[in-house]
């Protein structure tokens, strides 16, 4: 299975879909927004959105052990002017 169910999970008073998406799916570079770092092709992790009045650019690419953390993370975390964006 390449991506796993779907739950809802409530988070900065709101609620979030999240799915898991396997490494055979994971076909893309993405940057997780709770550690700032790259997710290379391959790597299995999560994608959450918000559940009502999002749509596809709302979604965001986590490492599984970073949305699990997503209450302990800075809020203010900034790359370099450099850095890629994915």
């Not at 779907?6 to 979030?16: D, F, K, V």
Request: a positive charge.
């Amino acid at each position: 299975m390449r991506y796993g169910l779907e739950s809802t999970e409530n988070w900065q008073g709101e609620e979030w879909a999240v799915r898991a998406v396997g490494g055979g799916a994971a076909a893309k570079h993405y940057r997780c927004p709770g550690c700032d770092q790259e997710i290379p092709p391959g790597v299995p992790h999560l994608v959450a959105w918000p559940r009502f009045g999002a749509g596809v650019d709302d979604r965001r690419h986590w490492h599984k052990a970073c949305w699990n953390a997503r209450d302990r993370r800075s809020a203010r975390l900034q790359r370099s002017r450099n850095a890629p964006r994915y």
